[in-house]
């Protein structure tokens, strides 16, 4: 079985309760989150099986109507990404640190999921939207060079919607740093 991740983001708080609905109905997925997002919108995040995802996306877009904002759906999601989500990750120092800032829940999503493929790194966290005006970002730690390579590749993930907010690459960061990205 090929783990998938999938979400749709919607303008409309009371259309996500109904779109959530809907993709629960349609296919058996696992509900990874549902709620409210800065600013007044409404995110919802599923996992499973990559078809079974696929469907509950077609039909989440589908109910979201005029509400919909944006949507993704990415198969053989790094198993990294998840647990960056839920803010489970275990990184206990900084070597070289990456953030990638979007202005898209779903850009940013897809973005650590290529940034943790195309190189050696570990991500740190990935926010989603609550008090930073509707933006996420994604943070991650390894060698220089890999670090550089994934915040590249994060970004031209992000890049390709036209939805970049900012990518730095910072060598040596102060230790400091790491409990203000937990």
């Not at 940013?108 to 570990?122: N, P, Q, S």
Request: hydrophobic fraction near 55%; charge should be negative.
């Amino acid at each position: 079985m090929n783990q998938a991740i999938g979400g749709v983001e919607l303008s409309s708080m009371a259309r996500g309760f109904d779109v959530t609905d809907t993709m629960l109905k349609t296919a058996p997925v696992t509900l990874l989150l549902a709620r409210t997002i800065c600013p007044g919108k409404y995110i919802v995040l599923v996992s499973g099986d990559v078809a079974e995802v696929q469907a509950g996306v077609e039909a989440g877009r589908a109910r979201a109507g005029v509400s919909w904002v944006d949507h993704f759906l990415i198969a053989n999601v790094h198993p990294d990404v998840l647990p960056a989500v839920s803010g489970t990750s275990l990184v206990d120092k900084l070597e070289a640190l990456g953030v990638v800032e979007a202005f898209s829940v779903s850009a940013l999503l897809e973005a650590a999921d290529a940034a943790v493929k195309a190189a050696t790194v570990r991500l740190i966290e990935v926010r989603l939207a609550m008090a930073m005006g509707g933006k996420a970002f994604v943070s991650m730690t390894g060698s220089v060079a890999a670090v550089e390579t994934a915040v590249a590749a994060a970004a031209a993930a992000v890049g390709r919607r036209g939805l970049l907010v900012e990518k730095v690459v910072i060598p040596q960061p102060r230790p400091e740093l790491l409990s203000e990205l937990l």
